[in-house]
């Protein structure tokens, strides 16, 4: 599938142009359909994004906001990733959003998967944005290289789902959106930055195995085009 990459000169600009690009789209949705939905990663790269984001002039009542992945952690553990979406998105304008966490109170990750796919099926198909990140391996959202679940994770042939993933690089067990709730998105954004992540990506893109790197199948399979954002 085609993907285009959008290069920026630092950081702060990034965050500013993919906010704006985000923002516009879900308004879109907004006034031809009356609701919005978006699903966005953790990890570190995409603060500024969610600070910029955050601040943009949109009716987020009508916004439903998800995770792509997330630890099984509560929201209170400092490696939540619902604890990060709170603290630099859920803010200033963006405070009036609803919130659809993939962690659950439950026994254990199977039964939060279970819980969190009808949470996140409420919000409708397709998701009008998604943002990925892309680890230094080559895992995005958390399909990692070696992970329990990966294969069917990346099955489009499967319905759209939360799934379980355990992997040595992936640290607590893991609840992530399937390939096939992500890979028809409205807006299917990569946001990389750093020299190292464009490496990853050229790598990437350089080969075809999707085992050895799980952010292939994204580039390679995903319905829509990849728009992929990069500063160094
Ligand atoms: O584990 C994760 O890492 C990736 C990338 O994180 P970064 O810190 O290198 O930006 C992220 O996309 C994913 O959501 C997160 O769970």
Excluded: C
Aim: zero cysteines.
């Amino acid at each position: 599938m085609a993907h285009t990459l959008h290069s920026f000169d630092n950081g702060p600009a990034l965050a500013e142009a993919l906010a704006d690009k985000v923002a516009a789209t879900l308004s879109e949705s907004v006034t031809t359909r009356g609701n919005a939905t978006l699903a966005v990663s953790g990890g570190s790269t995409p603060k500024a994004f969610f600070e910029a984001l955050s601040k943009k002039p949109l009716d987020w009542s009508k916004v439903s906001v998800t995770l792509v992945d997330e630890r099984f952690v509560p929201a209170d553990n400092p490696r939540s990733n619902h604890l990060l979406v709170a603290t630099h998105l859920l803010k200033n304008a963006a405070s009036e959003a609803d919130f659809i966490p993939l962690y659950q109170p439950e026994a254990d990750i199977e039964a939060a998967a279970t819980v969190a796919t009808d949470a996140v099926s409420e919000m409708g198909t397709p998701l009008d944005v998604v943002i990925l990140g892309m680890g230094a391996d080559g895992h995005t959202a958390s399909f990692f290289p070696g992970g329990d679940n990966l294969e069917d994770a990346l099955d489009l042939e499967l319905p759209p789902r939360v799934m379980t993933m355990e992997a040595a690089g992936a640290g607590e067990p893991r609840l992530t959106l399937s390939f096939s709730s992500i890979a028809d998105a409205g807006l299917l954004v990569v946001h990389i930055e750093g020299p190292e992540k464009k490496s990853v990506l050229e790598k990437a893109l350089s080969g075809e195995d999707e085992a050895e790197m799980p952010i292939r199948a994204v580039l390679g399979r995903a319905e829509t085009p990849v728009e992929i954002y990069w500063a160094p």
